[in-house]
């Protein structure tokens, strides 16, 4: 069964510092691998997209990271601010035509100062 | 350029109730996506179109109804609410040119 899962389920950290957040999945054949923020009452805005071949990808302090052999990604967060408070989700798609992707729980992320 | 709108935003429906979510877009894409989400779940695809007159089942498509008349709108329907239906509705599109979805806002649907 295609599946994605996400740890931890919930962080909360001091602004400024980083943190990574994992992903796991086991969707095959894979396409690719996106993660999204969503904001508390709004809908999921993309971060970041890997295809298979991409090992890392980056978006201002949000870096992606991409194990295919492993099927695992992360998202590391630098320097993290308060408006960094959210809930990231990684969505895996798979290779059948049109609309197969495959949502995780998400984690909330919550930055205090 | 107003991205991907819903309405309404909030509704409260009694069990048996029927009622129409309304997605648009201004962006001129070919694929349109109902999800709900639901404490502890992820996102679940209701139905999707892959163009003006065509919808397809998703993962969880029962209880709901679609019509996809024009482009840049997809209705999402329900006939007849149930309480399992209470959850927030997403309305999601794409370039068939991209696979990066652009998200609406919510409706967050409670039903008594």
């Known amino acids: 069964k295609n599946q994605v899962e996400q740890s931890p389920q919930s962080l909360i950290i001091l602004e400024g510092k980083n943190c990574t957040l994992q992903?796991?999945?086991?969707?095959?054949?894979?396409?690719?691998l996106r993660w999204y923020k969503q904001d508390t009452g709004r809908g999921p805005v993309s971060l970041t997209i890997?295809?298979?071949?991409?090992n890392t990808k980056s978006n201002g302090r949000y870096t992606a990271t991409l194990d295919a052999d492993t099927k695992q990604s992360s998202l590391h967060i630098t320097a993290s601010q308060l408006s960094d408070s959210a809930s990231y989700i990684c969505?895996?798609?798979?290779?059948?035509?049109?609309?197969?992707?495959?949502f995780g729980k998400g984690t909330t992320l919550s930055v205090s100062s | 350029n107003a991205g991907v709108t819903q309405t309404p935003k909030f509704r409260v429906l009694k069990t048996g109730q029927s009622m129409t979510l309304l997605c648009a877009q201004d962006?001129?894409?070919?694929?349109m996506y109902w999800y709900r989400q639901d404490p502890g779940m992820g996102l679940r695809l209701i139905h999707y179109?892959?163009?003006?007159?065509?919808?397809a089942k998703g993962e969880v498509p029962d209880g709901y109804n679609v019509s996809r008349l024009k482009k840049q709108n997809f209705l999402l329907g329900l006939e007849s609410a149930a309480p399992s239906q209470t959850s927030v509705y997403f309305c999601?599109?794409?370039?068939?040119?991209?696979?990066?979805?652009?998200f609406g806002p919510g409706t967050r649907l409670t039903v008594l």
């Open positions: 999601a599109s794409r370039s068939q040119n991209t696979d990066t979805q652009y």
């Open positions: 992903c796991n999945y086991t969707v095959s054949p894979f396409s690719n």
């Open positions: 890997m295809t298979f071949s991409e």
């Open positions: 969505v895996v798609s798979g290779q059948q035509a049109g609309t197969a992707l495959i």
């Open positions: 962006m001129n894409h070919e694929y």
């Open positions: 179109s892959v163009g003006e007159g065509t919808t």
